[in-house]
């Protein structure tokens, strides 16, 4: 009994070999990579977006340590490369509503969107300066600097 059974699963798995159209096969493996394509973006956008608040938090440090620091123009090239990754994430967005319309899920897809929320309430915080260029509002950047000195402090009571 077990072997007709052995030859009914063969013959059911060899239809299925038999039957698949070499052209199907290449269309969903182009669909799937282009899904894992997708995947890669978004987490290029999360490094990308991770080492800039990195470059910000750096530069907020050393302006806590040091006030006469500040440059404006940092908080211009912040400003720029913020609008410049929404920018990118629109497309990304658009990318990723093809995978889910094929039914794939998207790794990092979560993580993606709340960064995009953060950076979108990051770039409302900027104002114009004189120039007419975006500057961080000065309150803002007393509340980062600040923020900057809270857990340096927390751990000098600790030792």
Known sequence: MSSNLNLEIAR???ASYHGISTDDVMKDHHEAMD?????AFIQ???????WLMRADCAYRQAVYDDPS???????????????QWLGESQRAEKWVAVQV???????????????????????????????????????LIVLRDTSLAEPYEQAAEVF
């Open 101 to 139: 319309k094929r039914g794939f899920g998207i790794d990092g897809l979560q993580e993606f969107r709340n960064i995009c929320s953060e950076v979108r309430s990051i770039l409302g915080s900027f104002e114009d300066d004189s120039r007419g260029g975006k500057v961080m509002s000065r309150s």
């Open 44 to 50: 290029l956008g999360i490094n990308a977006y991770n």
């Open 12 to 14: 059911a798995a060899m």
């Open 69 to 83: 620091c500040y440059d404006a123009a940092f908080d211009a090239v912040i400003h720029e490369s913020l609008k």
């Open 35 to 39: 899904c894992r394509n997708c995947e």
